[in-house]
């Protein structure tokens, strides 16, 4: 693993721990050659995905992305970081089982779906931007959805 400071090759594992969720392995390394000390997480992968785009472009999967998307919806929300690591876990590894390509629409469902179950607010300030509203009634069909359970 290098090192974040001095971009070293090397480094020693110091202590290793399940993370708080259990998906991923948490792993505290020194540095050989400046002794500094960092953290990494590791986490199983069960395929590199390939995303398709809506033009047809195709880009390899991008965790941080998903996860950038997810933490804007729920911002200023009660939703702990833990519960927005699980549902991006989840999501993961439901688009992992579907294959090595998935398209754009699939992710975007699949974040809906998850953020429904959350919390609403997240889930319509996603959708708004998932599905471009441009009117006030956009925000008010899919308030109305969210209310009916469907």
């Known amino acids: 693993m290098r090192c974040p400071f001095c ?3 090397t480094s ?3 202590d290793s721990r399940p993370s708080e969720d259990g998906a991923s392995i948490r792993r505290r390394r020194q540095c050989e ?3 500094a000390r960092f953290t990494t997480f590791e986490r199983v992968q069960l395929r ?4 398709v785009k809506k033009e047809g472009d195709k880009e ?3 965790r941080a992305k998903l996860e950038r ?3 804007i919806a729920c911002r200023k929300r009660d ?3 833990e ?3 699980r549902l991006i876990t989840s999501i993961q590894r439901q688009l992992e089982t579907r294959g090595d390509e998935v398209t754009t629409a699939q992710i975007g469902e699949a974040v809906m779906d998850g953020l429904k179950a959350l919390d609403h607010v997240a889930y319509i300030r996603f959708a708004s931007v998932y599905k471009d509203f441009s009117e006030p009634g956009d925000f008010a069909e899919i308030a109305g959805a969210v209310g009916d359970g469907s």
Do not use: M, R, Y
Not at 48 to 51: A, E, H, I, K, N
């Open 79 to 81: 939703i702990s970081n």
């Open 83 to 85: 519960q927005i690591e």
């Open 48 to 51: 590199d995905l390939t995303v």
């Open 69 to 71: 998307s997810v933490s």
């Open 7 to 9: 971009t070293h090759e």
């Open 12 to 14: 020693q594992v110091k």
């Open 33 to 35: 050659a400046c002794g």
């Open 60 to 62: 390899p999967f991008d």
